[in-house]
């Protein structure tokens, strides 16, 4: 395992963010789009976990997102950002929501 300077951490942006609408997106197998509300704006993100997840698993709940990448298309739709989720070895993902009395935009590290 590589180590890092604990100063490499504090560059990413981590933010609680709210999922208001969620689609799988035509044409793929894995992507789901997702809309999230972060307080001060609104942003689309693009995550790979529709072959694990429905849209039904997100809308409405809290999440945590790394908000400062550099945004990336993913089959024609930008995507501004990565939600965070837990993976074991062989490659079951776990959603990690947050709970309902953290405020949307609160910062995470």
Known sequence: MELYDVNEFWKFDMRVGLVKRAERMKRTRKLIKLEVDFGSEDRTIVSGL??????????????IFVLNLKPKKLSGVESRGMLIVAETEDEKVYLLPVPDEVPVGTRVW
């Open 50 to 63: 529709a072959d694990q997840y429905s849209p039904e698993d997100f809308e409405g709940r809290k999440f």
